[in-house]
């Protein structure tokens, strides 16, 4: 089943699915926030660290709109995400907000919404996956949205590669799930285990 395709709902379907994995990290035994992570160098809290931190200053850079900082990652991981997770829907909610052109300097300008869906939403369906992986929770990722997020990339290869944003490209077979094909385009293992 694909996810829908308005920014709002779009996001309020990735989001909800990454709030349940995030819950699902609360719930199991030990210490799951500090499991190892298909990112180098990160632990489970990390991921919704990243989220959390990164594009409340995007948001801002591109427009006049101000997320309210939320609980501390570090104190509050589930939290700090439902925190953010329901401001950033408030801004997608808010019938204004397609009317607002979003004009970061780094990138042409385009609808917010359009922008909240390309930059953030995606990145936080991609992030589901590490957190699950992490945390030996469900990591299946929509067919479709992988497919089409693959099928787009793909041909920006280079120039994504080149932005520091995504890892080594690791090589698939040609027949992979389409999920494993994007895992491994932004530099993941898909067979990776903690």
């Known amino acids: 089943m694909s996810l829908p395709d308005a920014p709002a709902e779009e996001h309020r379907s990735i989001a909800g699915t990454f709030g349940d994995r995030v819950r699902g990290v609360a719930g199991s035994a030990g210490d799951g926030w500090s499991a190892p992570t298909p990112v180098g160098d990160w632990q489970a809290r990390d991921v919704v660290r990243h989220l959390v931190e990164w594009f409340p200053a995007f948001l801002a850079g591109g427009s006049d709109i101000e997320l309210a900082p939320g ?13 953010h997770a329901a401001a950033v829907q408030a801004v997608l909610d808010d019938p204004a ?9 780094r990138l042409p300008a385009m609808p917010l919404p359009q922008a909240v869906s390309q930059f953030y939403t995606q990145d936080v369906f991609m992030h589901t996956w590490d957190l699950a992986r992490a945390t030996g929770q469900d990591d299946r990722l929509d067919d479709d949205r992988c497919r089409t997020m ?5 041909p920006m290869d280079e120039m994504l590669r080149q932005s520091g944003q995504y890892g080594a490209r690791v090589p698939v077979a040609d027949d992979a ?3 494993d094909k994007l895992i491994g385009f932004i530099g993941r293992d898909p067979h990776w285990r903690a």
């Open 177 to 179: 799930p389409w999920q």
């Open 97 to 105: 907000s397609a009317d607002v052109m979003f004009a970061h300097p």
């Open 71 to 83: 609980p501390s990652v570090d104190e509050d991981p589930v939290g700090a995400w439902e925190h």
């Open 150 to 154: 693959f099928l787009g990339m793909e």
